[in-house]
């Protein structure tokens, strides 16, 4: 009796003993792991970009795994335009893509003005890219360079991602009204600082980053409203400037242009996390701000599946 006694206690020992370790183990993994966000429910990032200021492919793999992004779009240099971050050529997003063709795709891009540059876009999209950008070149937002991105665009059906910036890329954001009614079956997503900026009516053009409160009716507010084939890209600093600087307004922007916004990050860093990463703070905001759940996976993933036309099931 004493001996099955004795034989009792040893076993319920080990089943402590290896209880314990295991719950050990298993909190030393999770607090490893504190900072990496479980894709539960999937999140596309459109604005992405390799060599991302010598970021690594590696770096870029892992930094949008942390963030808790499922698929991204890898946006290219233009020729020997570098975007101002010496980011990657067409052809290594095309080669990270095939390389991992469930977490990305890409879009094709060139400086317009160049004589061939279509048929070097073309290329890339007969090669699986799924639209044409990011366009950050110094020409008018109603330029007939533009107008020959836009007219190869509809005849490929994809989308254009344009960077905005006063007295530099794709100046004339007020004009570029005339380019969205001209070719309505072109679908443009808008980035960068002069569009964010322009959420508010009253907004000051050379200020790029402006911090004051903002009156709803802006020429971004209007583009958005007015036409169904423009588009909102929530990425970069001015992105994030948008959300934080009138959180009231934000909700409203939210609320009304539900089915009109994609998510995108377009940061650098390595971390993917925290107050280092806009990407992971404007995801953070969106969940903040979004008047309901539902507008929620809009704005981070079902927006883009259908607006990007992603072939993938992500």
């Not at 319920?12 to 183990?25: D, I, M, W």
């Not at 970069?236 to 409203?252: Q, W």
């Not at 971390?271 to 309901?292: N, W």
Request: aromatic content about 10%; proline content about 4%.
């Amino acid at each position: 009796m004493m001996r099955q006694i004795e034989e009792s206690r040893n076993r319920f020992s080990r089943r402590e003993f290896l209880a314990t370790t295991t719950g050990a183990v298993a909190s030393t993994a999770l607090a490893g792991c504190a900072h990496v966000a479980a894709p539960i429910e999937p999140i596309i990032d459109i604005h992405q970009h390799t060599d991302y200021t010598g970021r690594a492919d590696e770096h870029l793999i892992q930094h949008q795994r942390v963030m808790g992004v499922t698929h991204s779009v890898l946006l290219p240099a233009g020729r020997w335009f570098g975007l101002e971050a010496a980011v990657g050529p067409n052809e290594h997003a095309y080669q990270l893509v095939r390389k991992y063709p469930k977490r990305f795709s890409y879009f094709s891009n060139d400086v317009p003005y160049v004589a061939d540059a279509r048929k070097r876009m073309e290329s890339f999209l007969k090669r699986g890219a799924i639209g044409i950008g990011e366009q950050k070149f110094e020409i008018d937002a109603d330029s007939v360079w533009l107008k020959q991105v836009a007219e190869f665009a509809q005849e490929y059906d994809v989308p254009v991602l344009m960077h905005f910036q006063h007295a530099k890329y794709n100046t004339g954001i007020d004009r570029f009204h005339k380019v969205l009614e001209k070719y309505p079956r072109v679908n443009f997503i808008g980035h960068a600082q002069t569009w964010w900026a322009n959420i508010d009516k009253n907004h000051n053009q050379p200020d790029l980053y402006p911090k004051t409160r903002v009156t709803a009716g802006g020429i971004t507010d209007r583009l958005l409203s007015d036409y169904p084939n423009m588009f909102g890209d929530t990425s970069a600093g001015s992105g994030l400037n948008a959300f934080t600087r009138d959180e009231g307004h934000m909700r409203g922007f939210l609320a009304r242009h539900e089915n009109k916004l994609l998510f995108g990050s377009d940061c650098n860093d390595e971390v993917g996390h925290g107050a280092k990463c806009q990407g992971a703070q404007i995801i953070a905001m969106i969940r903040k701000l979004a008047p309901s759940k539902e507008v929620e996976r809009k704005i981070l993933h079902e927006n883009a599946k259908r607006v990007l036309k992603v072939p993938r099931d992500v």
